[in-house]
């Protein structure tokens, strides 16, 4: 009797090793299964913007690259609709339905705490793109990072290339009293990007040593139809007199082209225009002369930045050979862009494609 209960009562501890080791195996699977799949929640500030979602699609493409048969990735892109609130709610969802690594492009870039105290709760590493956070925002926590563009660097380089057309062609000064009548179209009121864009594009003329006379700034939400409104209003106003027309994106500038086209000037009668980002629509309208330069905004390496980042994060490696600023900031360079040179960037997005 004894030994039948010594024997039932090893049974019992051999199925209780056996039943522990089984849910340890488990637990280990589910952590093998969970590692083996990385899940990138993208939140914008808005799907409205052409060059936001070039550079997503291209961050869809630099993702897949790192796909492999043991390792899945799934992006989430959503929308934060322009309202900084519901961004936050946004990015409180994608947490809650399950998310490894935060890219987002902020609504206010100085309202990152919300998402930052969220992400920081759920020990989910954020990548702020686009719209920059101020260095005390990012230094909140070791798992913060930016990548972007140098805002100063696109308005001077708009403004060198705009000063170098102007010098090289006399006609640009219709009235020919040695100044040059400009408008500008502002991105977003308090945007960073559109204060330092307009600030350093006006600062480099001045610089390059070309005579301005300011007829009037507009805002137009870095948005072409909105720009075009605007730019019709100008012309308007003062018809022959803007002689210049800058613009702190390629969508208003085009919005500008628009507005001239539709009040029936010809190009040979149209001011010269001048853009930022190096969208697909701006190259060829550099080709067509429809506008005279642009300042490329490297959404390519932007995006190929981001998912290495987000790589090395997830699989908690140390991000090394970065060119880091600030240990938090990267920095991709603009390029210039002219009638010059447009050639040679359309030819390398028909090798990329």
């Known amino acids: 009797m004894e030994r039948e209960v010594v024997m039932k009562s090893k049974w019992s501890i051999f199925v209780l090793a056996c039943w522990v080791l089984l849910c340890l195996t488990g637990c280990g699977g589910n952590l093998e299964t969970q590692r083996s799949v990385l899940r990138v929640g993208v939140v ?20 897949e690259e790192y796909e492999t048969d043991s390792l899945k990735i799934i992006m989430t892109v959503r929308d934060g609709k322009n309202d900084q609130r519901l961004q936050d709610e946004v990015v409180e969802e994608i947490l809650d339905a399950g998310c490894d690594i935060l890219v987002v492009d902020l609504v206010d870039r100085t309202e990152p705490s919300n998402i930052i105290k969220m992400a920081k709760k759920e020990n989910i590493p954020v990548i702020f793109f686009n719209r920059e956070p101020v260095l005390e925002d990012l230094m909140q926590w070791d798992r913060l990072y930016y990548v972007g563009g140098d805002a100063k660097q696109s308005g001077t380089m708009q403004g060198e290339i705009a000063a170098e057309v102007i010098r090289a062609d006399p006609a ?29 594009v006006v600062k480099t003329l001045q610089e390059q040593g070309i005579t301005l006379e300011k007829l009037s700034y507009q805002f137009a939400n870095w948005n072409r139809g909105q720009a075009e409104n605007k730019m019709t209003q100008l012309i308007h106003l003062y018809g022959d007199e803007i002689e210049l027309v800058l613009s702190n ?56 930045q981001i998912s290495r980042l987000a790589m090395d994060l997830f699989l908690d490696r140390e991000p090394e050979d970065y060119d880091f600023e600030n240990e938090r900031y990267i920095f991709l360079p603009y ?19």
């Open 172 to 200: 640009v000064d219709r009235n020919a009293d040695g100044k040059i009548q400009y408008v500008l179209l502002e991105g977003e009121t308090g945007h960073q990007d559109a204060i330092i864009r307009t600030d350093s």
């Open 335 to 353: 390029q210039k862009v002219t009638a010059a040179n447009v050639e040679e960037f359309l030819h390398s997005k028909e090798e990329v494609q």
């Open 249 to 304: 994106n390629d969508e208003m500038a085009i919005g500008a082209v628009a507005a001239y086209e539709a009040s029936g000037y010809q190009k040979e009668d149209r001011p010269v225009i001048f853009g930022i980002d190096g969208l697909d629509s701006a190259l060829s309208a550099i080709q067509n002369n429809s506008i005279q330069g642009t300042v490329y905004n490297d959404k390519e390496g932007q995006a190929g």
């Open 44 to 63: 914008l500030y808005t799907q409205d913007d052409p060059f936001i979602n070039a550079l997503t699609d291209c961050l869809r493409e630099d993702l």
